[in-house]
């Protein structure tokens, strides 16, 4: 299948300045290739190119353009996942110049039916890979259990008023 079948919009829930990755180029049954147009402006922009560490959130990216790829050709709908963490991040370069194409591949080494997974990852610039990272995702049925359990979690109790007077 070819990014041209599905727009990297149609993919990922990611909007706006959020929306790293630009074309998914293809997205077969267990691996996704994508591709990002390095921004001369942007968030992460910084002295001329992009941090390496955010390189994560490509490889992340492409594996949700993989999962909403899949859902759609099989007539579903794109669900929102979450990133977990990453083993070994390894990148070869402090950060992405401006201006370049990075090719992002994954593969897809285990899709549980919990919605676990886990993917090998790299980066290519000119050909070279130039970062490469295990990534472990969740994908659950419904998202929103889990956004708001940790909503409620996160959200800070507040005590109630002190009912005893300061003395100065």
Known sequence: MSGSTFPIE?????????????????????????????PAEGLFVRDGGVPAWVGIEYMAQTISAWAGAR????GGTPKLGFLLGTRRYDAQRASFPCGATLRIETRCELMASNGLGQFD??????????????LSVFEPDDASIVLNAVASKVTPKVPPAATSKATP
């Open 121 to 134: 990852c790299r980066i290519l610039l000119e050909g070279a890979a130039v970062a490469a990272a295990r």
């Open 10 to 38: 149609h993919c990922i829930p990611h909007r706006g300045a959020m929306r790293l990755v630009d074309r998914l180029i293809e997205a077969g049954e267990e691996h996704a290739v994508a591709e990002v147009d390095v």
């Open 71 to 74: 859902a759609l050709r099989t």
